[in-house]
């Protein structure tokens, strides 16, 4: 993984949130703060915006940059959270000249680590960590197996769509969905389903590139 992997990345990801629009806004209405969506685009903008001073950095670097860009942009409960992944990330590969899945799947636990030191919250709480937990467990699992790119971006996909359908049913404990109580429970988690769409995102590249 290098800077122009990042910035492709990031284009993906960002052209698959704006085309989940609908489906994020929807959620985020029912059970949300109803910005949700509107930090996310914007969120990916201003990465898309800093691609020209990403491309000559290493991979660490990037992230760090990525993360602080985050958290001068995003308002709500989402920037802080995913700037703290994305520095944490950066920080785990700081020694790391060229990162092979390996050290991308402990970068990506270190992140989802941080978000849950940030968050104070854990699995089973009706956030994006019900994804994000789970994704980063099989893909560290999976990376340590030796497996390919491929055959791990293959295994992740259903991982985290799984993770977005166990918050249907869960009792929110974090956010405003928490002040729900019952009422809350029924519906998709906006968070996880952000966060499943960029899972997918990444993994389609990943797919892709490996043809």
Known sequence: MNSDTINHMAAA?????????????????????GDHYINMKRGCEAISNIAAELTPLPAADALNKIGMKLLSTIGGASGPLFASFFIS???????????????????????????MQRGKAQAGEKTMLDVLIPVAHTFKQLAEQGQTAAQIATALKPVASDGLESTRNLLATKGRAAGLGERAIGHLDAGAKSCQVMIHAVCDQVLAQSH
């Open 89 to 115: 990330m950066g920080k785990t590969l700081q020694t790391v000249a060229t990162p092979a899945s390996n050290d991308i799947a402990l970068a990506f636990a270190a992140g989802v680590e941080a978000i």
């Open 13 to 33: 990801i960002r052209a698959a949130i704006l085309a989940h629009e609908a489906d994020i806004e929807s959620l985020d209405r029912e059970i949300g703060d």
